[in-house]
Protein backbone atom coordinates (compact mmCIF):
# COMPACT_ATOMS: atom_id res chain seq x y z
CA UNK A 1 0.00 0.00 0.00
CA UNK A 2 1.60 3.51 -0.59
CA UNK A 3 1.66 6.22 2.03
CA UNK A 4 -0.24 9.10 2.49
CA UNK A 5 2.07 11.18 0.14
CA UNK A 6 2.03 8.18 -2.56
CA UNK A 7 5.54 7.37 -2.13
CA UNK A 8 6.19 3.66 -1.70
CA UNK A 9 7.98 1.97 1.75
CA UNK A 10 10.36 -0.49 1.06
CA UNK A 11 9.51 -3.49 3.86
CA UNK A 12 8.77 -6.95 3.75
CA UNK A 13 5.29 -6.24 3.14
CA UNK A 14 5.52 -4.13 0.10
CA UNK A 15 7.89 -5.95 -1.40
CA UNK A 16 6.63 -8.17 -4.33
CA UNK A 17 9.14 -9.94 -5.65
CA UNK A 18 13.22 -10.19 -6.06
CA UNK A 19 15.57 -11.37 -9.01
CA UNK A 20 18.93 -11.35 -7.47
CA UNK A 21 20.47 -13.64 -4.67
CA UNK A 22 22.27 -11.62 -2.14
CA UNK A 23 24.29 -13.30 0.79
CA UNK A 24 26.59 -10.98 2.96
CA UNK A 25 29.79 -12.98 4.65
CA UNK A 26 31.13 -10.95 7.79
CA UNK A 27 32.97 -13.54 9.76
CA UNK A 28 35.36 -15.33 7.39
CA UNK A 29 37.80 -17.24 9.38
CA UNK A 30 40.30 -18.24 6.67
CA UNK A 31 41.52 -16.34 4.14
CA UNK A 32 39.87 -14.44 1.49
CA UNK A 33 41.56 -16.66 -1.07
CA UNK A 34 39.87 -19.43 0.79
CA UNK A 35 36.78 -18.15 0.92
CA UNK A 36 36.64 -17.09 -3.08
CA UNK A 37 37.53 -20.56 -3.66
CA UNK A 38 34.86 -22.43 -1.52
CA UNK A 39 32.42 -20.18 -3.28
CA UNK A 40 33.71 -20.71 -7.04
CA UNK A 41 33.92 -24.61 -6.33
CA UNK A 42 30.17 -24.16 -4.55
CA UNK A 43 28.90 -22.06 -7.57
CA UNK A 44 31.02 -23.49 -10.55
CA UNK A 45 28.77 -22.86 -13.94
CA UNK A 46 27.16 -20.11 -12.41
CA UNK A 47 26.71 -16.12 -13.03
CA UNK A 48 27.88 -14.47 -9.76
CA UNK A 49 29.43 -11.39 -8.61
CA UNK A 50 31.50 -11.38 -5.48
CA UNK A 51 32.77 -7.85 -4.16
CA UNK A 52 34.10 -6.94 -0.46
CA UNK A 53 31.48 -4.33 1.45
CA UNK A 54 32.37 -1.08 3.15
CA UNK A 55 33.75 -2.84 6.14
CA UNK A 56 36.14 -5.02 4.20
CA UNK A 57 39.99 -4.97 5.59
CA UNK A 58 42.52 -7.53 4.95
CA UNK A 59 42.83 -8.06 8.82
CA UNK A 60 38.88 -8.96 8.65
CA UNK A 61 37.73 -9.73 5.11
CA UNK A 62 33.84 -9.06 4.72
CA UNK A 63 32.42 -10.36 1.24
CA UNK A 64 28.48 -9.60 -0.86
CA UNK A 65 27.84 -12.62 -2.89
CA UNK A 66 25.25 -10.88 -5.65
CA UNK A 67 23.81 -14.80 -7.70
CA UNK A 68 21.77 -14.20 -10.75
CA UNK A 69 18.66 -16.16 -10.57
CA UNK A 70 16.84 -17.70 -13.75
CA UNK A 71 13.31 -16.25 -12.66
CA UNK A 72 11.89 -13.81 -9.87
CA UNK A 73 11.39 -15.14 -6.27
CA UNK A 74 8.43 -14.48 -3.87
CA UNK A 75 9.72 -14.04 0.22
CA UNK A 76 9.28 -18.02 0.52
CA UNK A 77 11.39 -19.09 -2.38
CA UNK A 78 14.00 -16.26 -1.78
CA UNK A 79 15.08 -17.63 1.90
CA UNK A 80 14.80 -21.33 0.71
CA UNK A 81 17.43 -20.71 -1.99
CA UNK A 82 19.20 -18.35 -0.01
CA UNK A 83 19.99 -20.99 2.48
CA UNK A 84 20.52 -23.62 -0.30
CA UNK A 85 23.22 -21.63 -1.69
CA UNK A 86 24.44 -21.02 1.75
CA UNK A 87 24.59 -24.57 2.74
CA UNK A 88 26.44 -25.60 -0.95
CA UNK A 89 29.26 -22.96 -0.14
CA UNK A 90 29.62 -24.69 3.65
CA UNK A 91 30.26 -21.25 5.87
CA UNK A 92 28.61 -19.12 7.93
CA UNK A 93 26.61 -16.21 6.53
CA UNK A 94 25.02 -13.07 7.97
CA UNK A 95 21.34 -14.13 8.57
CA UNK A 96 20.46 -10.53 7.91
CA UNK A 97 20.95 -12.26 4.23
CA UNK A 98 17.03 -13.44 4.75
CA UNK A 99 15.53 -10.43 5.57
CA UNK A 100 13.10 -10.46 2.55
CA UNK A 101 13.53 -6.66 2.27
CA UNK A 102 17.39 -5.87 3.19
CA UNK A 103 18.92 -3.57 1.34
CA UNK A 104 22.16 -4.37 -0.38
CA UNK A 105 24.88 -1.80 -1.31
CA UNK A 106 27.26 -1.53 -4.30
CA UNK A 107 31.35 -2.01 -4.22
CA UNK A 108 32.84 0.86 -2.17
CA UNK A 109 36.42 1.60 -0.99
CA UNK A 110 37.68 2.80 2.24
CA UNK A 111 41.35 1.77 1.97
CA UNK A 112 43.65 0.73 -0.80
CA UNK A 113 41.79 -0.42 -3.98
CA UNK A 114 44.18 -3.23 -4.17
CA UNK A 115 42.99 -5.05 -1.42
CA UNK A 116 39.46 -4.75 -2.79
CA UNK A 117 38.87 -7.95 -4.92
CA UNK A 118 36.40 -8.31 -6.93
CA UNK A 119 35.67 -11.51 -8.68
CA UNK A 120 32.99 -11.48 -11.58
CA UNK A 121 31.76 -14.85 -13.20
CA UNK A 122 29.40 -15.20 -15.82
CA UNK A 123 28.22 -18.72 -17.01
CA UNK A 124 24.14 -20.28 -15.81
CA UNK A 125 21.44 -18.42 -14.03
CA UNK A 126 20.78 -20.04 -10.87
CA UNK A 127 17.93 -22.24 -10.95
CA UNK A 128 14.72 -21.35 -8.53
CA UNK A 129 11.30 -22.83 -8.27
CA UNK A 130 8.95 -21.10 -10.21
CA UNK A 131 6.60 -18.89 -8.27
CA UNK A 132 3.84 -16.14 -9.18
CA UNK A 133 4.87 -12.98 -7.57
CA UNK A 134 3.33 -11.90 -5.05
CA UNK A 135 -0.06 -9.60 -6.10
CA UNK A 136 -1.55 -6.83 -4.42
CA UNK A 137 -4.65 -7.89 -1.78
CA UNK A 138 -7.95 -6.22 -1.84
CA UNK A 139 -8.41 -4.68 -5.47
CA UNK A 140 -8.71 -6.36 -8.56
CA UNK A 141 -6.58 -2.81 -9.57
CA UNK A 142 -3.28 -4.35 -11.41
CA UNK A 143 -0.39 -3.32 -8.87
CA UNK A 144 2.62 -1.77 -10.46
CA UNK A 145 5.24 -1.54 -7.31
CA UNK A 146 7.40 1.65 -7.33
CA UNK A 147 11.05 0.92 -6.05
CA UNK A 148 13.24 2.98 -4.47
CA UNK A 149 15.66 4.71 -6.34
CA UNK A 150 18.63 3.27 -4.89
CA UNK A 151 17.65 -0.33 -5.14
CA UNK A 152 16.59 0.68 -8.87
CA UNK A 153 20.15 2.21 -9.21
CA UNK A 154 21.82 -0.80 -7.82
CA UNK A 155 19.54 -3.47 -9.87
CA UNK A 156 20.53 -1.44 -13.19
CA UNK A 157 24.44 -1.90 -12.27
CA UNK A 158 24.41 -5.16 -11.42
CA UNK A 159 22.68 -6.28 -14.69
CA UNK A 160 24.93 -4.25 -16.85
CA UNK A 161 27.77 -5.93 -14.56
CA UNK A 162 26.61 -9.13 -15.78
CA UNK A 163 26.00 -8.45 -19.36
CA UNK A 164 27.41 -5.46 -20.41
CA UNK A 165 27.25 -2.53 -22.50
CA UNK A 166 24.74 -3.90 -25.54
CA UNK A 167 25.53 -4.06 -29.40
CA UNK A 168 27.89 -1.56 -30.99
CA UNK A 169 25.11 0.99 -31.24
CA UNK A 170 24.56 1.52 -27.86
CA UNK A 171 27.42 0.86 -26.31
CA UNK A 172 28.46 5.03 -25.83
CA UNK A 173 25.56 5.55 -24.64
CA UNK A 174 25.05 2.56 -22.06
CA UNK A 175 28.75 3.55 -20.96
CA UNK A 176 27.62 7.17 -20.51
CA UNK A 177 24.45 5.95 -18.16
CA UNK A 178 26.27 3.83 -16.40
CA UNK A 179 29.33 5.91 -15.16
CA UNK A 180 26.83 8.22 -14.43
CA UNK A 181 24.64 5.71 -11.99
CA UNK A 182 28.13 5.21 -9.99
CA UNK A 183 28.57 8.62 -9.80
CA UNK A 184 25.00 9.52 -8.86
CA UNK A 185 24.52 10.77 -4.96
CA UNK A 186 22.90 7.62 -3.92
CA UNK A 187 25.61 5.07 -5.09
CA UNK A 188 28.62 7.52 -4.51
CA UNK A 189 31.37 5.38 -5.90
CA UNK A 190 35.22 6.49 -5.24
CA UNK A 191 37.03 7.27 -8.55
CA UNK A 192 39.24 3.96 -8.62
CA UNK A 193 35.78 1.71 -7.87
CA UNK A 194 34.12 2.96 -10.40
CA UNK A 195 36.40 2.83 -12.91
CA UNK A 196 37.37 -0.65 -12.22
CA UNK A 197 33.95 -1.28 -12.61
CA UNK A 198 33.27 0.54 -15.67
CA UNK A 199 36.18 -2.27 -17.01
CA UNK A 200 34.44 -5.20 -16.02
CA UNK A 201 31.32 -3.74 -17.64
CA UNK A 202 32.94 -3.81 -20.66
CA UNK A 203 34.68 -6.58 -20.87
CA UNK A 204 32.03 -8.88 -20.59
CA UNK A 205 29.94 -6.83 -24.00
CA UNK A 206 30.04 -8.60 -26.87
CA UNK A 207 31.75 -6.71 -28.80
CA UNK A 208 33.87 -4.05 -25.99
CA UNK A 209 34.51 -0.60 -26.06
CA UNK A 210 38.74 -0.14 -27.43
CA UNK A 211 40.17 0.78 -24.26
CA UNK A 212 40.90 4.36 -25.46
CA UNK A 213 37.39 5.16 -26.08
CA UNK A 214 36.46 3.84 -22.63
CA UNK A 215 39.09 6.41 -21.15
CA UNK A 216 38.33 9.16 -22.73
CA UNK A 217 34.63 8.61 -21.57
CA UNK A 218 34.77 7.61 -18.59
CA UNK A 219 37.60 10.65 -17.79
CA UNK A 220 34.71 13.00 -19.32
CA UNK A 221 32.02 12.04 -16.92
CA UNK A 222 34.09 11.73 -13.90
CA UNK A 223 35.34 15.37 -14.56
CA UNK A 224 31.84 16.43 -15.22
CA UNK A 225 30.85 14.87 -11.91
CA UNK A 226 33.43 16.14 -9.86
CA UNK A 227 32.95 20.02 -11.02
CA UNK A 228 29.25 19.04 -10.28
CA UNK A 229 30.64 18.44 -6.30
CA UNK A 230 32.36 21.57 -6.58
Not at 43 to 50: D, E, V
Not at 65 to 72: G, R, Y
Amino acid sequence: MPEKNGSYKRNNSSLIYRDLIFLDYDDIQGTTEDFIEAVSSALFGYSYILYPTIKHSIEKPRFRLVVKSNNVMNEATYKQVVKEIADKIGLPFDMASLTWSQLQGLPVTTGDPATYQKVVEHGLDYPVPKVEPRAKQGTTERYKPRVSGQRSMTMRIIDTLFNGFGDEGGRNVALTRFVGLLFNKWVDCDLETAYELTKIANSVTVEPLPIEELDRTFSSIARAEYRKRG
